[in-house]
C-alpha cells in the first residue's frame, strides 16, 4: 500500500513543516500539519502533528506558559492515544513546571512500592526536576527520605556555589551517591564553582561530566556561553540575563569611554565635562572596580589639555586618588605637557616623579633605597640634564621659592580631597622636597641608592658637560672612591683631573693609590708614564733642568717605558734637559743616540720638536723645525713618523698638532700611499686630521676631511682591521663641515654603530650617536647642541651594511661636487699663468715630497706636489672648488654687496656696509667673504653682527633675512 | 601569528604582584607555561612568555614601570588592560530559572 508521503505533493508538505519548525516557527509548522493532517489523515501525518504539538508544549513552556502547556499536552494525549509514549518526556516536564511534582513523589511514600517504579519516578526526577528545592521541600516525604536529605545537600552547595566563595568541603556533597537521580547535580555545582574561580578548562571537563538527558545538563550551553563572555544563540530571556548578570555588558560603558577620547579630541571644554559625567557614570555602573583607576586617568588628561582640575573634579563626582599610580601619570602627563610648553613643565614632571617614589614604596611597589629609587632618580636626572644652564637655574630657583610658598604638593591632600587614609599616611614632609630639581643632588641620591660605576660615569659625565668645575668633578669621584672603595676608576678620574690641572704631585699621589688597588689595569699602567713625562716636560717649562735628569732615572725605572716610543721620547727629554739651557746651536748634542732611539731621523727630529714645543722652548722649536723639514722626505717615512708622533702625544694626552707645514704636506703623502702604518697608527693620524680644531695648520677643513676620508679608506681595506671605527672616521669625514655626501656618511656611522655594538664597543657606538647627532642638530639649528638629542637613531639590515662596507671600500676618491656654471659674467678662477708647472710623473712615483723651502717660498702647495697631468687638474678643481666652497651652502648673504671687483659698491646701504668692514677688521678680507657666504658659520662665531646684518636686511624690505640664492664668488675686495 | 600583548599589564598576565622578585615571576612564568602549553593554548602562552619578557630584566622590569602608563592613551584601553570583567555571584535564583526555562 502506497505511503501518503510517497506523493510528492505531500512530501512537500512535510518538508514545509518541517523548515518551519527549524526556523522557529512552530505555530505556523502546527497549521500547516493540521492542514495536511486534515486531508491525509494517515499515521505519518498524525506523528508528524504530535512531533509539532510537542514542540509546541516545549515553546509554551519556554515562554512560561506552564498551564497552557498542560492543557495543550492533556488535549493531545485524549486525541491521539498513540501519542501517550511520545509525550510522556514533555508531560513529565509540564506536571514540574505546574508545580505539580509532588503526583509522582508522593508516590515514593507508598511503602509497597514496586522497585520498578521508584526506578522511574527517580528517572523522572534526574529528567525533568529543574528546582532541587522541590524535592528538599516536599512535605509528602519524611525529612530523613534519602532523596530529601540529597536534593537540600545539592541546594546548599548550589546557593553556596553561586552567592560566596566556596572551600572543597562545600562542593564535597558526600551526601549525594554517584547513583543518585541528583548526581548530575554535583558535576553542575562543581562547574559553577570552578568557573566563578576562573579556573575555565576545569568548568568545561565537570560540565562534560554531566548525563546528557540529565535536567542539570540544560544549563550547559549557558555555561559555556558565560565562559565565552556571551549568551548562547537562541537563549531564553532568563538565560540572557543570567548571562549579563554573572559578566556584565560593557557595550555602554566602551561607547562612553570613546565619547569621552573625541571630546578631549575637540578640545571643546563642555564636551569634555558631559563626556566625563556620563563615562564616569557607566563605569559605576558596569564596572565599579575601574572607577578610581578611570578617574585618575581622566585627571591627567585633563592636565595634559590644560582643562582646570576643579571642574574635573566635579564633573567625575570627587576627586581621583593620589596613589602612586595616579602620581606616575602625572609626572607622564607633565612629560607630555613640556612637549608642547617648554621644558618648565619638567618641574612638575620631576615633583610628579618624587610623589611616585614616595608612594610607591610606601605601597610595597618597591622597597626604599633600591634599584627602582634609583631608576626614578635618573629617570628625572635625565629629564633634566638636557636643559639650557643659565636658563635653567633660573627657572629652577623660581620654582623652589613657589614650592616653599605653596608648601610642594600638598594642596593634593587637603580634607577636600577626601583621600584614603592609605594616601594620607603619605603626606609630603614639610617644609617640602627640592632636591629633584637639582641634578646634582638626583644624581648623588641614585648613586646612593645603587653605587654602581655606571650610575657615577653618568654623573660625572654631566657634571663634566654641565661646566660644573673641577671641584665638582672631583667630588663625584671622591664619592665614586668612598662608595666603592676597591674600585680604581674614581682614583684615575681624580688622577687626570689633577693632571688637567697641571697638579701633577697630586696626580701621582692618586695614582699611587690606583696602583694599590690594581696594578695591572691598563688604565692605571698607562698613566704612570704618562704622568713622570708630564713631570719632566713640566721642569723643563719652569727650567728646572737638575730635575729633569732625575725625572729620566725614574722614568728608566718604570717598565712601560721599555716599550715602543718610550726609549725614544726619554731620549728627546734628554736632549732637550741638555739644549734648552744652552743654545740653539745645541741642537746636534745627543742627536746620533735619540735617532738610533727611534729608528730613523725624521722621527727624531719630530720628536725633539714636540719637547721642544712642550717645553715652550720656541727659539729651540724653530732651529728643529727649520732642520727638520730642509729635506726632501719620502712620504712613507713622513708618514710612520707622523703617526708615531701622534700617538705618542695621545698616549700622553698632549694636543700639540704638527708643524704648519707637516699639516699641510699630510694631504699628498696619504695620497702617495698607507705607507705601511699600523692600524693604530692609520687610526691615529685619521683621528689627528678629523679632530677639528685640534691641527696647528691653516689647511681647510675639507683638506684635512679628504685626507682623513683617505686614511680611513686605507683602514677599511685591511681584512683584519676593525672595520667598525674606521667607518666611523669615513663617516666623520664625510660630515665635516661643508658636507658634499652627507647621506653617505650617516650611513658609514650607523653602519659603524651597528658593527661597534656587534663587539660590544659602546664607546665608539656612543661616539658615533655624537657626532650623528651633532652633525644633524648644525643642520637644523645652525649651532653646537648641548645634549641634544638624535632621533633618526635606527640602524641597518645585515644586508644593507654589507653593501655600506663594499661601497666604501672601493670609493678612494673624496667626493666631489661640482662648481656651478658661472654667472653674470664673473670669471672663473683659474690657475694663473705663473703658477709653478705640475711636479714631474715621476716625482709622484717615487713617492718624494718637497722641501721645507719651497713650501715656505709659496712656490708649491704640497697637496698639488704629486700631482701631474690630469691629477694634478683634478686637484686644481679641487683648490677652485675650495675657492667657491660657499657656493655650495643653500644661500649666502649677498643683499646690498654688489659684486664688484673693486670693493664695496658705492650704494651698499651703510648698516651692511658697517658690518662688512667690522668683519674685515676683525677676520682679513678673504675670511670675512668666506664667514658672509657662510651663516652658520657667521652665526657661530659672531652671532651679534649676524643679528646687526638681519636687522639691516629686514630694514631694507628684504624678505627672507636677505638671503639670496647663491653666486659665484666676488673678487678681491680693496 | 604573534598577538597583541604590549597594552596588557604584565604583571597581571602573570599574576603576580608589583614587587614580586625576580624567583616569584620566573615561577609564575613558569606555573603560566605549564598551564597554558603552546601546542594547546598557543595564544596563552604567547601572552604569558610576552609578559615574562617584558619584566624578566630588572632593568626593562622598572623601565616598564616608570614608563608604561601613558596619559593620552585612549580610555577604552583601560578595559582592554584591566581584563574581562569579574564574574559576579548572582544567587541561585537566577541560575535555576535559567535552568528551568532551558
Known sequence: MPRASDDPAVRARFDVVEQLLARGEVRRALDVAKDLHKACGSPETEALLVRVYRARIEEMLRLGMPNEAKALVDLVQERYPASRAACAEVQERVVVRSGNAQCPLARLAAPDLPGEEREHIEAFIRRSITDPRQVADFAGLPATHPLRVEAAAVVRALDAVTSRTVTDADLALPEVSRHSPFAPWKFLVRAVAHFHARQDDECRKCLAAIAFDSAPARLTPVLHGLIEGRAPANAAPAAAKLVVAVTGDTSRLRQALANLDAAFRSGRQRAVMDAIAEAVRECRRQRPELLDRLRQHISACAMVVDIPAESVRNAMGGASVKDAYFWRLFARAAEKRAETEGWVELFGACSGWEEFRRHAVHQGWFGAGGAEEAAVCLHMADLLAPLPLREYEVERDEMVRGLKKCGGMASYYRPSEHQPPSVMACVPPAPPETYFLYPEQIFGRACHATPSPELFRRWLDWAKANDQGDRAADDVAEAWHTACPTDPRPLLVLTENAEARDALGKALKYLTAAEELDGMNVEVRRARPRLLVATALRHLRKKQHHLVEKDLAELGESSQMAEGDWPALIEALRWAAHAIPSCANCVDWGMERLVAAAGDRLTATYLVHLVAHESKAFGLDNAVCDRLLSADVESAAFLRAAARARLLCEAMHLRFGMPEPWADALPAAVRCGDGNLSEAQLRALAGFVLGCGTTDSSASPRRMASTGYCLAGYGLKRPDADHARFLFLRGKSLLIEDARAPQRGLECLRAARMLAARRRDMVLVEEALDVERRYRYLVRNGSEPRGATGDHLNLMSAEQLQRVLATERESTEFPVVPAPAPARGVRQPARSAAAPPPKPEADRRQGVLPGLEELDNGQNELGDADDTGDDAEVDDELDEDEDLAFLDDDFVFGAGIDDDDEGPAPDMPPAILNVYLRLVAKYGEEKADRLLSMPDALARKEPKLLEELMWAFEELGLGGGGFMPPEPRRGKRK | ?102
Open chain 2, 1 to 102: 601569528m604573534k598577538t597583541q600583548t604590549s597594552n596588557e599589564d604584565p604583571w597581571a598576565v602573570l599574576g603576580i604582584a608589583l614587587d614580586a622578585s625576580d624567583a616569584d615571576i620566573r615561577a609564575a612564568y613558569l606555573a603560566g607555561v605549564k598551564r597554558h602549553p603552546p601546542d594547546r593554548d598557543p595564544d596563552a602562552f604567547e601572552r604569558i612568555r610576552d609578559a615574562y619578557e617584558r619584566i624578566r630584566e630588572p632593568s626593562r622590569r622598572i623601565s616598564l614601570m616608570l614608563l608604561q602608563v601613558d596619559p593620552m592613551a585612549p580610555f577604552v584601553s583601560l578595559l582592554d588592560a584591566a581584563g574581562p570583567a569579574p564574574r559576579r555571584l548572582v544567587g541561585m535564583p537566577a541560575w535555576l530559572d535559567a535552568l528551568k526555562e532551558a
